[in-house]
């Protein structure tokens, strides 16, 4: 089930902070983008090129969507905001290179906007729905996957944070993937190879906490565990930071029971030790 908390995405432009309102809305499975200029809102610059600044619209509501937990292919509806018709036809290749997969509702009006710079204006509704087939789940290969790998592993168990140098070693022994919704990292799984007598794996599947309830780590667990079962797995482990209660809660939810707490030397972070049952 999605979390049905309201919650407001702040984008950094300086407008949010002197008219009172939030870049975007997240209520319980509907996003709510504001109408976004293509301002620059770290600099607080525009271009003087209408398509220059639709294209940064995009990359302003795009930031929004990722820290929403979805992507341009769940918008639902966008509305276009141009003070001069004839400007809306030179947009046209940017917008259907974002939404001519997507095909959301549409409507376009000719308004006055509220500075004189701003020539084209972009609001989208999206729903954060089950991510079903549009999830893409590949192995780690190369420098920028396993840094991507990394930054998902350290966002999710910062106490166990690793080095580029950790990842490359963990490379070496593990089986690692990535898990994309089109080009947008959202999770990350590891498989550690059956080892001892009783032939364990080691199952860990990770979601960005902004993309969790949407399926997708039961895809990446999946994925995992079957990669488990070929390199010959005769029984599965997890392992969960305690105080990780969305992770506890998708582990016991799929089968795993808890088989041990521990803290490591040295360290004050409680660990949990989960086996899948037979």
């Known amino acids: 089930m999605t979390d049905h908390k309201r919650r407001a995405i702040i984008g950094g432009s300086a407008f949010e902070e002197e008219i009172g309102y939030a870049r975007a809305v ?8 504001s109408g976004t200029t293509g301002f620059d809102y770290a600099s607080m610059t ?10 940064q619209c995009l990359r302003n509501i795009g930031a929004a969507l990722t820290e929403a937990g979805c992507t341009f292919e769940d918008v639902v509806r966008v509305r276009y905001l141009l003070p001069a018709r004839e400007d809306f036809e030179p947009c046209r290749p940017v917008l259907r290179k974002t939404f001519g997969q997507v095909r959301p509702a549409a409507t376009m009006m000719v308004c006055g906007l509220s500075d004189p710079r701003m020539r084209i204006e972009i609001e989208v509704d999206a729903r954060r729905g ?19 790998w990394r930054y998902v592993h350290n966002v999710i168990v910062p106490p166990a944070a690793m080095s580029p140098a950790d990842a490359e070693e963990r490379l070496t022994r593990n089986r690692l993937d990535n898990a994309y919704l089109g080009d947008t990292l959202v999770g990350c799984s590891t498989v550690r190879p059956p080892s001892g007598d009783g032939g364990t794996a080691t199952v860990i599947a990770r979601v960005l906490p902004a993309f969790r309830g949407r399926g997708i780590g039961t895809a990446l667990y999946e994925n995992a565990l079957t990669h488990a079962r070929v390199l010959g797995a005769e029984a599965v482990e997890t392992c969960v930071l305690a105080a990780n209660a969305d992770g506890l809660r998708f582990a016991e939810a799929h089968g795993f029971t808890e088989i041990e707490r521990y803290v490591l030397d040295g360290e004050s972070d409680e660990w949990v030790d989960l086996r899948l049952a037979p």
């Open 26 to 33: 997240v209520d319980g499975d509907r996003v709510h983008v």
């Open 130 to 148: 089950p991510v079903g087939d549009r999830l893409r789940i590949e192995q780690v290969s190369g420098t920028a996957m396993l840094e991507q």
């Open 46 to 55: 525009i271009s003087d090129d209408v398509v220059e600044q639709a294209e």
